[in-house]
């Protein structure tokens, strides 16, 4: 399954792109994590649905400097997800 997921509130200096990283990885995710410049962090993850869907979970909450005001997700089942690196999940430069 993948996810396209805008994360909006204070979540930009706040540890929230490593901390995604970090529970990516953990959940065996492919993807990336960046900021955007409308001070959101916007997040592409692909995988098992259930790993996906806890990656979701956690979200809403974030780290713990992070104040979590809103998330969009939207679920991507047959379009392919744009600069994916085979086998990784990884932070990429602001947009």
């Known amino acids: 399954m993948q996810i396209h997921i805008k994360v909006?509130?204070?979540v930009q200096g706040v540890g929230y792109r490593a901390w995604t990283v970090r529970q990516a990885k953990k959940l065996n995710l492919t993807g990336f994590v960046r900021n955007r410049r409308d001070k959101s962090v916007e997040?592409?993850?692909?995988?098992?649905i259930e790993a996906v869907n806890a990656l979701l979970e956690m979200c809403l909450k974030g780290p713990s400097w992070a104040r979590v005001e809103t998330i969009l997700p939207q679920s991507y089942p047959d379009a392919p997800m744009p600069q994916i690196k085979a086998n990784i999940f990884e932070s990429v430069g602001t947009v």
């Open 8 to 10: 909006i509130g204070r």
């Open 43 to 48: 997040i592409w993850a692909e995988g098992e």
